[in-house]
């Protein structure tokens, strides 16, 4: 009970709810996207599951998230990861309802928040647990508010996105930024960064417009396959 009369304790779990709030929308934007499709009840499973599981994976990167982060090649593999999977989602808007809710769609769904989480999650872990100081009690708290806001921050996008189809295209495009973000962010490329700093906003601009380019056309293509059959 000490801790809770000691101000740090309490300036750092305001700082842990804060990047929570902050880094939890890119997640809950992926699984919203991921379980748009989905018949209702199967939305409700792949969002709990889908959010259960990814907090499980960030326990464990909480332990080796700074390694990770400083092996070369390694953000750059998971960027190109995102870029598929935004390009993915985006290219399946326009899927016919039977098949969302084939066997194993729901699998699918969560498989695809599994891996986006992993790649996303990197930065957010370490962002947590520099805020915890070294506090196993914070870093608990912090894992386990993130839990909430990634559920209800998902549910949320659901619904929004069944009533602004657009959306659909801008979270996919956020996680084209995102993609290029990370890619750009690879300790391989720092030197190369450092020379040429405008590629912190271009490589995130490019990664958007890939996604967002590459799935319509995807898109597009599928809806005239359809049309001509």
Known sequence: MEMLNNPEFWIG???IIWINIILSGDNAVVIALAARSLPAEQQKKAILFGSAAAVVLRI?????????????????VGGGLLLWIGVQLLS??????????????MMAAVRTILIADLVMSLDNVI??????????????????????LVIFGSTLMIKLMERFPIIV????????????E???????????LEANAWLHTLAPAAGAALVIGLGKWLQARSASKHAAA
Do not use: H, N, R, Y
Not at 182 to 192: A, E, G, R
């Open 13 to 15: 779990l305001i700082k």
């Open 127 to 148: 962002a947590v647990a520099a805020a915890a100081k070294g506090s196993d009690t914070l870093l608990i708290i912090g894992l386990a508010i993130s839990i909430p």
């Open 60 to 76: 464990g990167l909480t332990f080796v998230a700074a390694k990770l982060l400083g092996l070369p090649f390694l953000q750059i």
């Open 92 to 105: 399946e808007e326009e899927e016919e309802e039977g098949d969302a809710k084939a066997a194993g769609g």
């Open 182 to 192: 990370t890619i750009v962010s690879d300790v391989f490329l720092k030197d190369f």
């Open 169 to 180: 295209m801008l979270g996919a495009g956020l996680i084209g930024w995102v993609a290029g």
